[in-house]
Every structure is written in structure tokens, then in C-alpha cells.
């Protein structure tokens, strides 16, 4: 048993950062550890629910609440600041607020836009990776649907989405949504409108089996959505994507350009750490990282392997997993504390549903598949649990969906 209190720093407030911060400040007294918390804005934003501003559905601000409602100022000291460096020997990390030391660490930084080099993407396509870029995509189909009534020029009505995975699809089901709305209030023709998917994958939506994908596909081609499977995106200009199609390269011309098909860890995962891929290092089954026992590394800056030897694939990043891993880093905090031998994570999946929409969705709820109205419930049901389980009653009643 250690009677030194120990200083724990926890890098964002994601899924991740907040699940660890709150579950560690029920676990630990004042006496025991000295905890802060340094995230970049003020606020925590549901990352799960972005496409919803980007699509029009959902102000920004409805999908943030201030940190400082859900940590224990007594317990915890929150730091609005950004993280520039870790320096894991030393114990220190170095902020845009000054340096901060620990005994233990936390990394929690979460995902960035991935864009795989693709020649222009990064410049012309908006993204959906933060409350800012949500709406800055959303601002751009507004933008571009406002112009067409001077330019008459069809390209002003065309959309372009790269990526067919997880978000694309969630984004399309909302934009099929709100777009008839954006149309009648500008007197555009939803018929002008052409919205265009393009995925290099011959397939979609690998998580789930073919008929709910199917489910998926037809409920978004039914109001007007255009695949284009199997098509790589080898750049993005000011005109829009050019794909190749049989070794043929194409332009796709659209004025609203959104890039949804690759995520990445924080691009710090490279600076501050050995044998780092796309943002995220292999943990321990303790969850911390080879060598350091004090530095956990959580969410989507972590590959959390499956299990052993070289059939290990590392669980998908999802919103799910990375709030178990937090309470898991917590219980392993104190375990550590204590004196007490850490425990393995062990990953219990409870199902993922991929809303179309308000009104639609798929998925798959402990081991059953589901389509259509249930699955958009049961989408606001994992909602509104995730608000809860950071944040308790309170929070999941003013931010929880229940409509
Ligand atoms: C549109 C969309 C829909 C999704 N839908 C689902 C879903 O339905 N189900 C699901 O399980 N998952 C979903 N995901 C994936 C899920 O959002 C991520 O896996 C999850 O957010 C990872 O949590 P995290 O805590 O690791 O990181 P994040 O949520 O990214 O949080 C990281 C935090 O760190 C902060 N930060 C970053 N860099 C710095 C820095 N240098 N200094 C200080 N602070 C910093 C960020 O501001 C942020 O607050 C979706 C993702 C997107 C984009």
C-alpha cells in the first residue's frame, strides 16, 4: 500500500478521458491522488452524433456539455489547454498552459482525419471529425444550395461523400433528412439534387450481415443516393473527387466535397512514442504500454488486441469500447494504488446500430439483428446511456434523446 499521493494526468476528454476521470474520482479519495484533466476546449463533444451537424439535423451545440458539470472540482483539477508534447521518460507533458508532471498517465487524445495521401483531399474536402468541421461541412452544402439560385449551375446541388464505412452511411441517412427541408427553403428542386457515395471497397458496411446492409442501401438509393463501389478516389480538386474507374481516371464534378472514409489516432501518438501505426499503439492487456506501467494509452490512440499470437487483430475504435477502457484504466489506477496486481481488459460487446436518419437504422443488440424502427430507438437508447454513464441523471435528462 503506497501512502504517497500520486499525481495522475489525464489527457482528453473524449469517451475515453472522461469515463476514466469520472469513474477514478469515485474510486479514489483526495488523499490518495491528485488528479488533473487537460482537454483542449471547455466543453465535451459526442463525437458519435457529428454527422448530425454536419447533415443540418442537430445544432452543435446540443451535442456538447462543459466538462466542468461532470468532474468533481474537489477531486480533480480540469485544465483547458492543449496537449504539444509527452515526454514519457521525463514525466512530463508540455501544454499551450505550461508543463505538467505525473506519476501516472493517461493518453486519451482520440482521432483526426485520416486522408491516406490522398492528393488534395486535405484542402478541398470537409471533414466530420469535431464539432468545427461538422459544421463547417454543414455550412458548405448551405453555401453551395444558396448560390445555385444565382449560378444555376447544377454542380452547386451535387454532393459528394468519400467513403461508404460507419459515419458515411450515418451522415447520408441524416442528409437524406434534412435535405428536402434545405430545398423547400431555398425552392430547389430535391429532384436537382445528386448525392454521390464513393468507396474503393467492392462492399459496405463489413460489420454487418447482407441483408441489413441491403436494408441500408436501399433505404438511401430510395431518396436519391448514387454508389459508386468499388471506385478509388485517387484525388480531390476544386471541382471534386477524380476517381479511377476500370484504370480510368475520372473528374466527378460536385461543389460540396466531405470526406468521410478515414480516421486516425492523434498524430502526437508518433511524436511521443515508439512503434506507433496511424496514431495508435498496441497496449498491454492492463492497458498500459510496453515498458512504462504508469502510462496507459485508451480509445482511439489504442490497438487493443483481440487476443494472442498472430491471429491478434485489434478491436475496431468505436465510442463502445473506448468508455469501457476508461473505467477499466480507473479500476486499474486504484488497483495499482493499492498495492494490488492489475487485471486484464476484457472487451464485453454489446452490439453497434448505424442510424439512417432519425426514423431508420440497422444493427446488430446483443447478438439480434434489428432494422428499420427499432434500430433508430435503440440508437437513441445507446445515445442518451452513453450521456448517462459520464454523466448521471442529470445530464442524460437535459442532453439524453427521447424523442
Ligand atoms: C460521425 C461519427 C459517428 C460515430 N459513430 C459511432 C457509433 O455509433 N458508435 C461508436 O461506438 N463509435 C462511433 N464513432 C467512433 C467514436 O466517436 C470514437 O471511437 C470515439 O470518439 C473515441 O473516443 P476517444 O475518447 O478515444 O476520443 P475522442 O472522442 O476523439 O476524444 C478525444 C478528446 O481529446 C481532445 N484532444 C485531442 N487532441 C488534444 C490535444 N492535443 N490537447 C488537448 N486535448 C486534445 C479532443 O478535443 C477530444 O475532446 C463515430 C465517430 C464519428 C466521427
Redesign the pocket.
Known amino acids: 500500500m503506497s501512502f504517497e499521493r500520486k499525481k495522475i494526468l489525464v ?9 476514466t476521470v469520472t469513474k477514478l474520482q469515485k474510486l479514489l479519495s483526495v488523499q490518495e491522488a491528485d488528479i488533473t484533466l ?4 471547455e466543453y ?2 459526442e ?5 448530425e451537424t ?1 447533415a443540418g439535423s442537430m445544432n452543435w451545440e446540443d451535442g456538447v456539455y462543459p466538462i466542468a458539470k461532470v468532474v468533481d472540482n474537489m477531486k480533480v483539477r480540469f485544465v483547458p ?4 508534447k509527452i515526454d514519457r521518460d521525463n514525466k512530463v507533458v508540455q ?1 499551450n498552459q505550461g508543463e505538467f508532471d505525473f506519476d501516472i498517465l493517461v493518453v ?5 482525419s485520416e486522408s491516406f495521401g490522398i492528393e488534395g483531399m486535405d484542402e478541398y474536402a470537409e471533414t ?3 464539432p468545427q468541421s ?1 459544421v463547417k461541412a454543414r455550412e458548405e452544402i448551405e453555401k453551395n444550395f444558396i448560390n445555385y439560385k444565382t449560378s444555376q449551375d447544377k454542380r452547386d446541388l451535387a454532393i459528394l461523400v468519400g467513403g461508404a464505412g ?2 458515411g452511411v ?2 447520408l441517412g441524416e442528409l437524406v433528412e434534412t435535405l428536402p427541408e434545405l430545398c423547400k427553403a431555398h425552392g430547389i428542386d430535391y429532384n436537382d439534387v445528386k448525392i454521390t457515395c464513393v468507396e474503393a471497397m467492392p462492399t459496405m458496411l463489413p460489420m454487418f450481415s447482407d441483408e441489413l446492409t441491403q436494408h441500408a442501401v436501399d433505404f438511401l438509393e430510395k431518396r436519391g443516393v448514387e454508389f459508386m463501389l468499388g471506385t478509388a478516389i485517387v484525388a480531390a480538386n476544386d471541382k471534386g473527387f477524380v476517381v479511377k474507374v476500370n484504370d480510368q481516371e475520372q473528374q466527378i464534378e460536385a461543389s460540396s466535397v466531405i470526406w ?1 472514409a478515414g ?1 486516425r489516432g ?1 498524430k ?1 501518438m508518433e511524436e511521443s512514442f515508439e512503434g506507433v501505426k496511424r496514431g495508435r499503439i498496441v497496449v498491454n492487456n492492463d492497458l498500459t504500454i510496453d515498458g512504462y506501467d504508469n502510462i496507459y494509452a ?5 490497438a487493443v488486441m483481440n487476443g494472442t499470437g498472430k491471429d491478434a487483430r485489434p478491436y475496431p ?6 468508455m469501457q477502457l ?1 473505467e477499466h484504466t480507473a479500476k486499474n489506477i486504484k488497483l495499482s494504488l493499492d498495492g494490488d496486481k492489475k487485471e486484464p481488459f476484457v472487451y464485453d460487446d454489446k452490439g ?4 439512417l436518419g432519425s426514423k431508420d437504422g440497422i444493427g446488430v443488440v446483443m447478438g439480434k439483428e434489428i432494422k428499420g424502427k427499432p434500430a433508430a430507438f435503440m ?1 437513441k437508447v ?1 445515445d442518451t446511456r452513453a450521456v448517462f454513464k459520464i454523466g448521471g441523471l442529470a445530464l442524460a435528462a437535459t442532453k439524453g434523446k427521447f424523442m
Open positions: 489527457l482528453g476528454a473524449g469517451y475515453a478521458g472522461l469515463s487537460i482537454n483542449k476546449n465535451h463533444y463525437s458519435t452524433w457529428l454527422h454536419a489547454a492543449e496537449v504539444t501544454t486519451s487524445l482520440g482521432f483526426e466530420i471529425v469535431s461538422a460507419f459515419t450515418e451522415f468521410t480516421v492523434s502526437l485508451i480509445g482511439d490512440v489504442a475504435t468505436t465510442a463502445q469500447i473506448a476508461g453497434t446500430v448505424c442510424s440508437k445507446i
